[in-house]
T-cell receptor, first 116, second 113 residues
């Protein structure tokens, strides 16, 4: 069973540009969550999509957005990039997103974004 | 405001000894707790979890203890192995509300041979 796949793995952008990251969840998983990891800040929740609808959202500015397609694949977009957006962006999938029921999220390897 | 705190950024342990990683939480509504392990250049992987109705859960070398009154949980690894060297994240969620897990900042464990 293929795991969660994120593309691209690494990318470099300059301030003011925008970026789109892609995530393919495990087959059969309908929930996709996005997290930002920066040194010393742990995993900060961005948003979660289930059946093409944003079901939960973290405390990030509107420059961060996402969407989910009918095949459960998800993309996140960051517009007007700032230096502080440099981070590892992680995607996680689960059957329903109900952690207490499934017991776990399955993470991809992440997309490392560097903003210069 | 950090709702899940891992106050030790790093921990160094000798191979064969016990590793104890600690986690504190402030939100009494949390009722499900998880530990994830992360190697460099890989995504976090689920390690072990515990429901608030229990105070201990064991899986092989890994045991998680929950003290609800102190809002504290700990992960014990016995015996520690060099392959356990990784960053460990504590996470908590609310089953009845927004189930999205809130993560701590992680503790980097180094197990020396």
């Amino acid at each position: 069973k293929a795991g969660v796949t994120q593309t691209p793995r690494y990318l470099i952008k300059t301030r003011g540009q925008q970026v789109t990251l892609s995530c393919s969840p495990i087959s059969g998983h309908r929930s996709v969550s996005w997290y930002q990891q920066t040194p010393g800040q742990g995993l900060q929740f961005l948003f979660e999509y289930f059946s093409e609808t944003q079901r939960n959202k973290g405390n990030f500015p509107g420059r961060f957005s996402g969407r989910q397609f009918s095949n459960s694949r998800s993309e996140m977009n960051v517009s007007t990039l700032e230096l502080g957006d440099s981070a590892l962006y992680l995607c996680a999938s689960s059957h329903s997103g109900r952690t207490a029921n499934t017991g776990e999220l399955f993470f991809g390897e992440g997309s490392r974004l560097t903003v210069l | 405001d950090q709702q899940v705190k891992q106050n030790s950024p790093s921990l160094s342990v000798q191979e064969g000894r016990i590793s104890i990683l600690n986690c504190d939480y402030t939100n009494s509504m949390f009722d499900y707790f998880l530990w994830y392990k992360k190697y460099p250049a890989e995504g976090p992987t689920f390690l072990i979890s515990i429901s608030s109705i229990k105070d201990k859960n064991e899986d092989g070398r890994f045991t998680v203890f929950l003290n609800k009154s102190a809002k504290h949980l700990s992960l014990h690894i016995v015996p520690s192995q060099p392959g356990d060297s990784a960053v460990y994240f504590c996470a908590a969620s609310k089953a009845g509300g927004s189930y999205i897990p809130t993560f701590g900042r992680g503790t980097s464990l180094i197990v020396h041979p």
